[in-house]
């Protein structure tokens, strides 16, 4: 978990987000939802979502697919995949 993950901001919006999420009322608002469904089924892996500046959070995700989106937007920033030369 990085740093900006750690903020008492972070962790009040999990506080808040964990009754939502364990009740089966929450669903990833991820752009791009990776999983058959946005609902996010009560007793798997989410976290805690933000826009891509890390500013606002906009609530809960699945794990994949926020994490597949922080990986993209990285990689992006970072000019692309390096490849090892051969």
Do not use: F
Not at 5 to 34: D, F, I, N, S
């Amino acid at each position: 978990m990085g740093k900006q993950h750690e903020t008492p901001e972070y962790r009040a919006a999990r506080k808040q987000l964990t009754p939502e999420v364990a009740a089966g009322r929450a669903y990833c608002v991820e752009p791009v939802c990776l999983m058959g469904s946005r609902w996010i089924e009560p007793g798997t892996t989410w976290d805690v979502c933000h826009d891509t500046t890390g500013a606002v959070i906009t609530g809960p995700g699945h794990a994949r697919c926020n994490r597949s989106e922080g990986a993209t937007r990285g990689n992006r920033m970072r000019g692309g995949i390096g490849r090892w030369a051969l």
